[in-house]
């Protein structure tokens, strides 16, 4: 699966900005009074200036006395006017507003919502349709690719289980155990192709409220034997007795799992793994392995990235981890350390 074409970001754009209204209006407000003046000077009739030719007239000594005359009532006039201008941009401009506001909401999981036609002035409209159709395509492209994937996923799930039994009957003791290897590391990949492609479908995930510490307990017991009979040892400790979060306790399973399993294959036998909730909500899994090296840590969430390019995983487990996290409105990051490697899932917030 693609990654969206990057079109949601985490930061908005930094890209050069243009030219506020402001700005782009003083200068007009400046023209027309002066303008203004010199219609006036060229107009006006009375007393003092009825013989004057156009030239005296124009004449720039004269011009600027009269403008030092009245200079006081210009500049009163001009901040009228500007202030005039300020309050109606400010109430022109707040639909706008409202609507790049819930623009900037939508993402992969809210694809199917779309900017309202009532609340947008006449003169965005086009551009509000103009980006709803965008939108509907976007949401057509993210749909095909979803279920392509879930189905995909779904139908080589059976094949491979009938292939397997059938290969293991066929090979001897020796090579059956190579086979083995083989198959799990397929069927892991279409668990995790299905994985990525339930957190992506922006569907209902059936959130709810849970408890963090029991979640990260029972999953930490159940695969503890798993664990220990890799040869590694697996422990789990918590700051809080409970810790109420609310979101889809499926996926936080899956994240919870999907760092366990990668504890366990990049740390040699006899290395600990230590789940924790720490004060601040935080679920750390801390291992005494190598560590991550340096040169891929800036992409170790992005999609098919391998810290280990020899690890039979297909480089999806910390993606899959990082979408599951988004989804509650927080994180998954990997902090330093002075050995091993700490990853952690940011429950501070409580999920979303």
Not at 146 to 168: C, G, I, K, M
């Amino acid at each position: 699966m693609l990654d969206h074409l990057k079109i949601w970001n985490d930061k908005p754009s930094r890209g050069r900005r243009g030219l506020s209204l402001i700005w782009m209006l003083f200068p007009s407000v400046v023209l027309v009074m002066m303008v203004t003046f010199m219609a006036v000077q060229f107009l006006r009739i009375d007393p003092d200036s009825a013989t004057l030719s156009l030239s005296e007239r124009m004449d720039l000594g004269r011009l600027a006395r009269e403008v030092s005359d009245i200079l006081p009532f210009m500049l009163l006039w001009m901040g009228l006017m500007m202030t005039g201008i300020l309050m109606t941009l400010h109430i022109g401009l707040r639909p706008l507003r409202q609507i790049s506001e819930r623009a900037a909401r939508i993402g992969p999981a809210t694809i199917g919502e779309r900017l309202s036609l009532r609340s947008s002035p006449k003169e965005i409209t086009p551009l509000v349709v103009a980006f709803n159709g965008a939108l509907d395509r976007l949401e057509a492209g993210l749909r095909a690719q979803q279920e392509f994937s879930a189905n995909a996923a779904h139908e080589l799930r059976t094949p491979l289980a009938t292939l397997r039994a059938q290969v293991e009957s066929l090979l001897t003791p020796d090579e059956r155990k190579d086979a083995i290897e083989e198959f799990d590391r397929l069927s892991r990949l279409i668990t995790q192709l299905l994985a990525l492609a339930e957190a992506d479908s922006g569907k209902d995930l059936g959130k709810a409220p849970f408890d963090l510490v029991e979640v990260a307990r029972s999953l930490t017991s159940d695969m503890a034997s798993t664990i220990l009979a890799s040869g590694r040892g697996i422990s789990f400790e918590s700051a809080h007795q409970r810790w109420d979060c609310y979101g889809t306790v499926a996926l936080v399973h899956i994240a919870l799992r999907n760092l366990l399993e990668n504890a366990v294959r990049h740390t040699p036998p006899g290395s600990e793994i230590l789940v924790s909730i720490e004060m601040q909500g935080q679920l750390a899994v801390n291992d005494d392995g190598p560590g991550v090296p340096q040169t891929v840590q800036n992409r170790l969430f992005q999609r098919f990235s391998k810290a280990d390019t020899q690890s039979p995983g297909a480089g999806l487990g910390l993606s899959i981890i990082h979408r599951v996290m988004v989804l509650h409105g927080s994180e998954a990051r990997l902090d330093p350390t002075y050995s091993g490697a700490r990853f952690v899932l940011d429950f501070s917030q409580r999920g979303g």
